[in-house]
């Protein structure tokens, strides 16, 4: 299980993730939910080890993950939100170099990449160097770097950007067999309907705190609301939204 404590991220004294708590157990997928500036991907690079908490601990299965942060980043895949990639490695190149990273010995580790790069549409294009590939493309292989070394958990931050209708379809399967497969999964996004679709939990954050941490259908019950979209927007949205889009007619018009 991953548990998350009172965990604080603090620029010049102001917090912009301020003492939030979760946890997340194997089969659980918890949709992490903010507008932009609540603080979402900040967490995110706290609990991937790319920017140190101002406060907080991180435990995966009751050890804090400071003591051996190498042996939790073994057990851990992670999709940024940016594909920020080595543009002139080839799609293999990149899914080798990932691996060899981990320690996967090269004759599970070759057969492995190439199931991928054709369960995932991108054979034809392997030996294509990576500043060549769709946005769509490098998630496919962001996706399938996380998903290598076949870890316990998985921290998705938007992994849905850039793909096609029907690849998006593929995803939301498998989100669902890999929480079958006993998978911890946080999934930090925008497409609410999605995370209603996929997550047993949900966590909004509003200007760094946590304004609601609770089922999808137990929310929309205690809300009175008939969907996500309605609970987040009244939770976590401060601007009306028809009131805003009025404004920049009126602006557009002036």
Not at 4 to 30: G, M, N, Q, W
Not at 225 to 236: M, R, Y
């Amino acid at each position: 299980m991953l548990e998350v404590r009172a965990l604080t991220k603090r620029y010049s004294r102001a917090p912009v993730v301020d003492k939030v708590s979760f946890s997340i157990a194997p089969r659980e997928i918890l949709g992490y939910l903010g507008p932009n500036g609540s603080g979402k991907s900040t967490t995110v690079k706290m609990l991937t080890g790319l920017l140190e908490p101002s406060e907080g601990e991180i435990f995966f299965y009751g050890v804090d993950i400071r003591k051996d942060p190498v042996q939790f980043k073994r057990r851990l895949g992670y999709v940024p939100e940016e594909p920020h990639l080595y543009p002139h490695l080839t799609g293999r190149e990149y899914l080798q170099l990932v691996g060899r990273l981990r320690g996967m010995p090269r004759r599970v580790l070759e057969p492995k990449i190439d199931t991928f790069l054709q369960l995932f549409g991108l054979f034809e294009a392997r030996f294509a160097e990576l500043h060549s590939y769709s946005k769509g493309m490098r998630q496919k292989i962001l996706l399938s770097a996380a998903l290598l070394h076949d870890p316990e958990l998985l921290i998705l931050d938007e992994p849905f950007s850039g793909l096609d209708v029907s690849a998006a379809q593929v995803f939301k399967a498998l989100l669902r067999a890999l929480a079958a497969e006993n998978k911890m999964i946080l999934y930090s996004s925008h497409v609410l309907e999605v995370v209603e679709k996929v997550c047993s939990q949900v966590l909004i954050l509003r200007k760094g705190k946590v304004v609601a941490h609770d089922s999808v259908s137990r929310l929309r019950d205690l809300m009175a609301l008939p969907s996500l979209e309605d609970v987040f927007t009244q939770l976590a949205m401060q601007q009306d939204a028809d009131e805003v889009a009025g404004s920049i007619i009126d602006a557009m018009k002036a």
